[in-house]
Structures are given as C-alpha cells and as structure tokens.
C-alpha cells in the first residue's frame, strides 16, 4: 500500500491563528480524505480532497474554517483556520489507491493543541 | 446520527481467550465493512473487510462474523496476544473508494 506522510507529526498553536497540515503519498491514489480524531473518540470525516476542484465538505464542516487543497494526484493539504481550544484533535489523512473497490489507508496524523 | 454502532466500548482478555466485538449498521446501501486496528500514536491501519455477499472472511487469528439480514457484523481475535492491545474501529462505507463512517471503538486490553 502507499506510503502516507503527513506535516507536522504535532503541533501547539495559539488561539485565533491558522495551521496548515500536509499530506504526502509516494505515489498517485485515487481518492484523498481528511478526518478528524477528538481526544480518545471516533474518527469523523470532514471533506473529500477533489483533485483540481473544491473539496467535498460534511455536515457540520465548512470551507472557511477547513480549507482543503489538492492540487495533484499525491498531495493535499488541510488548513485549520481560526484556531480555537474545540479544534484541538488529531487530524488524519486517508488514501484510497486504484479504481472500483479498495481499502483506505491512513498517514499517522496530526496532533494539534490550541492553547 | 450514529449510524455505526460499536460495542463493548472496552474489553479485558486473558491471553489465548477469544476476543469479541460488535456493530450494528442502520444504513442498508452500505456494502464495504473494514476494521482497523490503531496504536497510541499511529493512525488507524487496515486489519480485515467484509463485503455482504459472504457471511465470514479468516485472514490468520482474524475473522469477521457478518449478518445482513440483522445488519450486524463482528470482529473475533482467536488466541488473543498482548501484542494485540489497541483500540478498534470497525467502518462502513458505500463502495470501497468512498468515506468511512466509523464506529465509536472499541479499547482491548490483553492479560497475561
């Protein structure tokens, strides 16, 4: 299966600021996901990274404050805007690699802190 | 709305014992069901799917137990190991390139 890489592996940040969260696979997948992981809960997807096109949002999840970028068929990046204590999670990136039905798989994450 | 339910929520096995957990889906279209093991500090990894046109799939200690027509499907550890300790999640989705709905997890704790 692909090699998933995502930066920074952890992160603390001060409220009201943005960090950005890349996503890096060693070679060209299918379909990328961002997701969200709240301290010792379930993951919830946020949006569908669409490749040359605006992401594909949840319910509950919206452009301004997660803005997604995908500008080829190994890289994404997750940006968490305005950045309050209620973000602090992990955020995880997923691939799914070929066509019809395949497994997804997952980088190891981005453990974020608002201060 | 959940649509994915999990339990236990945690489980203590003896090693060697069998180790169980459950889901229940609400959403008939779903027809792709992983589950995932995940260690403190990685993400979730891939352990074993099931799609519904088979009722069990065994890949080694794993094996997946699925029920349609009650919308249930299980996850059995045979001769568990302390190696096994971890939290699983089992998903659902519609297609296999498509978003996971995941349950709530489940936290294992094998003992010597």
């Known amino acids: 299966s692909a090699v998933i890489s995502q930066k920074p592996s952890r992160d603390i940040c001060q409220r009201g600021t943005s960090l950005t969260i890349q996503c890096q696979v060693d070679?060209?997948?299918?379909?990328m996901f961002w997701y969200r992981q709240q301290p010792g809960q379930s993951l919830t997807l946020i949006a569908t990274?669409?490749?040359?096109?605006?992401?594909?949002?949840e319910s509950g999840f919206v452009i301004d404050k997660f803005p997604i970028s995908r500008p080829n068929l190994t890289f994404s990046t997750l940006t968490v805007s305005n950045m309050s204590p209620e973000d602090s999670s992990i955020y995880l990136c997923s691939v799914t690699q070929g066509s019809g039905n395949q497994p997804q798989h997952f980088g190891d994450g981005t453990r974020l802190s608002i201060l | 709305q959940q649509q994915v339910k999990q339990s236990p929520q945690s489980l203590i096995v003896q090693k060697g014992g069998i180790s169980i957990i459950n889901c229940a889906y609400e959403?008939?279209?779903?027809?792709?069901f992983p589950w995932y093991q995940q260690f403190p500090g990685k993400g979730p990894a891939l352990l074993i799917a099931?799609?519904?046109?088979?009722s069990e799939k065994k890949e080694g200690r794993f094996t997946i137990s699925f029920n349609k027509s009650a919308k249930q499907f299980s996850l059995h550890i045979m001769d568990s190991q302390p190696g096994d300790s971890a939290t699983y999640f089992c998903?659902?989705?519609?297609?296999?390139?498509?978003?996971?709905?995941f349950g709530t997890g489940t936290r294992l704790t094998i003992i010597p």
């Open positions: 990274a669409n490749q040359g096109s605006e992401a594909t949002y």
């Open positions: 070679s060209q997948v299918t379909m």
């Open positions: 959403n008939t279209a779903f027809d792709y």
């Open positions: 998903a659902a989705s519609i297609g296999g390139n498509e978003k996971l709905t």
């Open positions: 099931i799609r519904p046109d088979v």
